[in-house]
């Protein structure tokens, strides 16, 4: 064998060895978590959530999210304005303000 010969076989050996290691580290580490998108890692997520729970499943987490994509929510708030002020500038605004008050 040639001296370049030798030298591209070192060279594509290493290559191929590296993108072996980067492969199995991307499959099995963290390591390369910057590199996947947020749906993935967050199934990756609830995938370990439902393992330290084993009565919860994925199939039966999709059934959630879709049961309750599905329900109405209702809310309720109520809003009162209390104001004081010490300059006689604002006494009159305070006075119309006080006591106002909004239920949603």
């Not at 993108?19 to 990756?44: E, G, H, I, M």
């Amino acid at each position: 064998m040639t001296r370049t010969k030798k030298i591209v076989l070192i060279i594509s050996a290493v290559v191929v060895v590296a993108a072996v290691a980067a492969v199995v580290l991307f499959f099995t580490t963290n390591l390369f978590d910057a590199f996947k998108s947020p749906k993935t890692l967050f199934y990756q997520y609830v995938d370990k959530m439902s393992e330290a729970m084993p009565e919860s499943t994925y199939e039966s987490f999709l059934n959630e999210l879709k049961e309750s994509k599905g329900k109405s929510y209702k809310s309720s708030a109520n809003i009162a304005v209390e104001m004081e002020s010490h300059s006689y500038q604002y006494k009159e605004t305070a006075e119309i303000l006080n006591g106002l008050g909004m239920s949603v």
